[in-house]
């Protein structure tokens, strides 16, 4: 009798831990099942909102998670891809209130989606099975505002490797600029942030067959996100909008088609 009550004492409490957002832990070598990509966006949403709030509560980051790492495959326990910009401003890990082996992620400036990332992007969906990727931009991107203030005349020369790498960000600033005539310099800098993300998400379809077929077949979602860099909040975009992307690349003759390399 008491071993049974022990029993439904545990499943309480992790049937519990589950409703919460926070991410059930397994000892050893448990298998993990992965939970759905709706299911972790609510658990990064609310883990951000732990966080903005100020009452994180710093979930898998104990020795023992820290040993469980050392013995498991992190494919097992992440939840979530993230690419986002490698400003300091931006500490992924802190701003989804996460720990160790629980987000996949990709830092390059600007946040772009080149050759580099995007194999990144392929790794963390196909390899780790992490269900949802997010695109996430920030507030006072610096590398967007570089790019727009070059494209107003404004630009000071650049290292060799970084113009090839602020490339990626013309064309969003153009597109933001176009559809935004009335603003002038820098104030078309947060829509521009905006773009530089779905330009990221659009890149990423034309370039990944792989991303495009598991967010086709559900198994895993896309979403894009802007993080704001003074309160902690994070502003979920459209995911209406990620579909419409998706549609246009398909339509496309010039998106990639082979899944993998020859």
């Known amino acids: 009798m008491k ?9 309480c409490f992790f049937v519990s831990l589950a409703f919460s957002g926070v991410p059930v832990q397994a000892s050893g070598h448990d298998t993990v099942k992965k939970p759905s990509p709706d299911e972790v966006l609510k658990m990064l949403k609310e883990g951000n909102k732990r966080f903005y709030t100020g009452k994180p509560i710093h979930p898998n980051t104990d020795k023992s998670r820290l040993k469980l790492a050392g013995s498991e495959d992190q494919g097992k326990y992440a939840y979530a891809t993230v690419i986002t910009c490698s400003d300091s401003r931006v500490p992924v890990e802190l701003i989804f209130d996460a720990g160790v082996m629980d987000i996949f992620v990709i830092r390059v400036a600007g946040n772009v989606c080149d050759t580099d990332e995007i194999g990144s992007i392929e790794y963390g969906l196909g390899h780790v099975h992490t ?28 290292e060799r490797n970084i ?5 990626n960000i013309i064309p969003a600033v153009e597109k933001a600029q176009a559809e935004h005539k009335d603003l002038k310099g820098d104030a078309v ?29 559900g198994k895993a979602k896309v979403v894009g996100a802007i993080y704001d860099v003074g309160t902690g909040k994070i502003k979920w975009l459209p995911e209406a909008k990620v579909l ?5 690349v398909e339509a496309s003759p010039d998106k990639a088609t082979n899944v993998y390399a020859e």
């Open 3 to 11: 071993n049974i009550l022990k029993t439904l004492v545990c499943i």
């Open 131 to 158: 269900p949802v990727l997010v695109v996430l931009g920030h507030t006072q991107c610096g590398a967007v505002t570089a790019v727009t203030r070059a494209l107003n005349g404004q630009g000071h020369k650049l």
């Open 163 to 167: 113009v090839p790498l602020v490339n």
């Open 189 to 217: 800098i947060p829509y521009a942030i905006e773009e530089n993300v779905w330009l990221g998400i659009h890149d990423l379809f034309m370039q990944s067959p792989e991303a495009r077929n598991l967010v086709k077949e």
């Open 244 to 248: 419409e992307i998706l549609k246009e």
